[in-house]
């Protein structure tokens, strides 16, 4: 056989590896309207750049009528290649090939490039289209998930790790992209859940839809599971693109930076006609946050549509990437509650990781009373937000625009829990409680007393903020660094950003904390 030969007889093979279950397997596929494994990948990252690794694996499994079913490369497409010139692992499910269940060697191809991205410092992205893992393999196949699952939890906050629901991601499968940092899920055709309607139905009795149990409406509003739900394929690796522009590849990495030529020192006046002076009237965080990061930057929210009553997400100060937690007044009046503190303390989390500053944009009334949160463990998940911030070594930088009562005070990047920079606008009142609630305590006999207590309720109230409940008391006592023109809440920002940009810290010696989960 000459070497035309041997190159010819390679073309072939890896044409057939390359069309996975074969062509009418494909053309389900895409009647489906969802691309392949490698289209998506090839989708993905930047052109010409995908490099295959193990395009001729097969499975060595003869029970069950599988035998005849082998496929180079079996149900998983794996590699690297560059998004925006930076190296990335990817691994995509391939649904052609036995629905994509994950048997012992697709398993083993997907722990490779999770080895060899953890070993560069370099980001992995899972994209899942998987019925699971492969019956016919029996504890083989688990074997082999479980080998992933290890991966995801050795690999966080080590390497970032964004997965991909562009189809089903069903028991077993759906514990990996939980691991992950980020989850991307397709509206319509994502859906994530540990047994099927089927076996509710068996075991419950309840009827429901798959869509309705594990769609992305479903885990992006309800669970929290999902960070973020897309229109369609594109939409959402553009989205995992975008994602990664604000992340570094490792936690050895300083912050991404983008030239986005906004102006450090520039004004916001403007925040001051969007934040009325009432404490009681809502405005949205969402313009709050536009108004001072980086112009061109961009704002990339974080679980937008799930605890709305806080607002997490990326964006640029000075070209750097920061997260930002800020309140949102417009739900609930920007009160914590038990999703809000799980939701910001997971981001904490994540930006402590990756060396991520911080910036907390305050507003907020103290955490949500009522029956149903005390019993459903507000303090045990009020407790991680705390435990969150006060773990973080990350730059920390706090603003409260009006107020900020009781432990919720506490919480939101304090001094007490080692806020670096804590600045506050000259009408913001910070206190135990809000001031009226105060003056009803305190002053209760004098107002009962009193021939006019509506009156008497007025003026306490005003005593109350005058002594306790504004900024300058609070500046007083050195527990803020200043009280700021709201005209300059950006550049104060970034000047602190900028001061705090060589900032080391630590926390004491020791294997890992118990955080109260």
Partial sequence: MTMQDKLDELSKRRSASSQGGG??????????GKMTAHERINRLLDPETFIELDPFVTHDVNEFGIAERK????????????????????????????GGTMSLVASKKTMKVQDLALKTGSPIIGILDSGGARIQEGVDSLWGVGQIFQRNVLSSGVIPQI??????????????????DFIIMEKGVGQMYITGPDVIKTVTGEEVTHEQLGGADAHTTMSGVAHFGTDGEEESLDLARDLLSFLPSNNLEDPTFADTADNPSRPTPELMALVPEDPNQPYDMRDFIDSIVDIGGGFLEVHQSWAQNIVVGFGRFNGKTTGIIGQQPMV????????????????????????IPLVTLTDVPGYLPG?????????????????????????????????AYGGALIVMSSQMLRGDINYAWPGAEMAVMGAEGAANIIFRNRIRESENSEMERKLATQEYQDQFANPYVTASKGYIEDVIDPSDTRKMIVSALSMLENKTDSVPSKKHGNIPL
């Fill in 23 to 32: 062509e009418a397997a494909i053309e389900r596929q895409h009647a489906r």
């Fill in 71 to 98: 496929v180079p490369g079996d149900s998983v497409v794996t590699g690297y290649g560059k998004i925006d010139g930076r190296t990335v692992f990817v691994y995509a499910f391939d649904f052609t090939v036995l």
């Fill in 163 to 180: 997965s991909i629901i562009m189809g089903p991601a069903a028991g077993a499968a759906v514990y990996s992209p939980a691991l992950t």
């Fill in 332 to 355: 609930m009046s920007g009160a914590l509650d038990i999703k809000a503190a799980i939701k910001a303390a997971r981001f904490v989390r994540f930006c402590d990781c990756f060396n």
């Fill in 371 to 403: 029956v149903d949160q005390e019993h459903n463990g507000i303090i045990t998940h009020g407790a991680k937000l705390l435990y969150a911030y006060t773990e973080a070594t990350v730059p920390k930088v706090g603003i409260v625009t009006r107020k």
